[in-house]
């Protein structure tokens, strides 16, 4: 019994740890190479960020983000949160590609992302968020 408790604590650390590597690696993308030498134009973003948390919600069959969360420190990855709520993974890797894409797009259109790093960031993006919603990072396997 006491070897489960701990394989399930380990698990509920790798599903925080997974989640927390995501966040890093979208915000590596966000804030690309020039992210320090340039400002960033305040907008008004609550409304947007609020619209795409709820879209993300809703493909993930979750009430709330505290529901995502209690689904992670569980040991969930997203898409068995997904399946769990019959709700198709594929669908959050698409919303979050595409709300990427856009984000990448408009930090080219603005100036604070090269070309270069525009393309290798836009070709390696479905991998990163795949493996993220299915927990596949490199000391899961």
Excluded: C, W
């Excluded at 609550?46 to 069959?61: C, I, K, W, Y």
């Excluded at 604070?112 to 993006?125: F, H, M």
């Amino acid at each position: 019994m006491k070897s489960t408790n701990t394989y399930r604590r380990i698990r509920k650390g790798k599903a925080m740890i997974s989640t927390l590597l995501l966040g890093i690696a979208i915000s590596s993308l966000l804030l690309g190479e020039q992210a320090n030498a340039q400002a960033v134009a305040a907008t008004s973003t609550s409304s947007v960020t609020r619209e795409q948390q709820d879209t993300f919600l809703g493909a993930l069959g979750a009430a709330s983000d505290e529901d995502v969360y209690d689904e992670l420190y569980e040991g969930r990855t997203l898409a068995e949160t997904a399946r769990r709520n019959n709700k198709n993974p594929q669908a959050i890797i698409d919303l979050q590609v595409a709300q990427m894409n856009e984000l990448l797009t408009q930090r080219l259109i603005d100036g604070t992302l090269s070309p270069d790093t525009y393309r290798a960031q836009k070709e390696e993006l479905t991998d990163i968020i795949t493996k993220s919603v299915y927990g596949q990072h490199s000391y899961n396997q």
